[in-house]
């Protein structure tokens, strides 16, 4: 199979769909490997590292002209035109909050195979949680700059010091993105509160971190409550391929004190804040809304590109490899794989996604038993 890997075109957007490492993983399989010209650069990879992986440099024309694709982010505009049938574009998708993207891989008969909806054998999802882990952690890092008083902020630091109180912390969302953020908030001193509907997911976090946080079940009320006194509010509540539910109303952000900062990490899905009005970028990251800083970049971690190219790679490269060596249909007797599949001959099989864009779902395990399929 050959296989391409484009240079990402999102604002800042330095990732890229796989190492050199993962690259040799595919030329050793067997599979042509396209390169595009200087897209791992921005990672700390040269063109020369994928050349001696195995792979071939070449134009972005030449990238797409593979039956495989492998991103990080959902392709933009432009990429549109380099759709074709049959070619599987495997990569962060969330298209339960993009139409346009959706019916653009349906009417190319294109099978986009989503990170973000693969599910792994324990009911985890293996390729969201290394961009959550960074995702959450930074969070809290662009908080703590954005509440100085220089880049708009209340001028608070999270810490305090001696005699002063220290900045409260608020986290909506217990799971991956949520401990992590917790965890840096707590490194940094903070005071920090994490809402949770799962009460058992509660008491576990409150063992992983002896006590050193508050916890609270996640309702209307707790929220508005946690919200309103917070001077950092981190969302990291995700429904995998389902758009993000907006549990922080406008009213609640009015309740915080002019300079607070929210940062909206599934804006990408979204966004949980009802403020959170649009996506914004790493180059204009914040916006302001009641006097509260939003920041609502929609991919946090391309800011440490080679963290996250590294930890992402070594997640996807397994289930690449099985597509690549086995095809799509073969392939998703793994059920991980089979999660992924969101768009598939035309079909739209991701019932979240469907169901979020009011759009026809199709089950592709019936797809599949289609003589044409099978």
Known sequence: MQIGIPRELKNREERVGADPNGVSELVNSGHTVIVEEDAGLGSGYTNQQYINAGAQIGAVGDVWNSEMI????????????????????????????????TAELLKKNVTGVAYETMVGPKGDLPLLFPMSEIAGRMAVQVGAHFLEEPHQGKGLLLSGVPGVRKGKVTIIGGGTVGMNAAQIAIGMGADVTILDINANRLAELERIFNGKIHTLMSNQQNIAKSVKEADLVVGAVLIPGAVTPKLVTEDMIKSMEPGSVVVDIPIDQGGLFETSIKATTHDDPVYLSYGVVHYTVANIPGAVPRTATEALSSQTMPYAVKIAN??????????????????????????????????PFADLREILLKPEFS
């Open 70 to 101: 492998i991103k990080v982010k959902e392709p933009i505009e432009s990429e549109y035109q380099y759709f074709k049938p049959d070619q599987i574009i495997y990569t962060y998708l969330h298209l339960a909050a993009n139409e346009r993207l």
């Open 326 to 359: 086995e095809g799509i249909v073969n392939a998703c007797a793994n059920k991980t794989i089979a999660t992924g599949v969101n768009t598939y001959h035309g079909s739209l099989t991701e019932a979240a996604v469907a169901d979020s864009l009011k759009m």
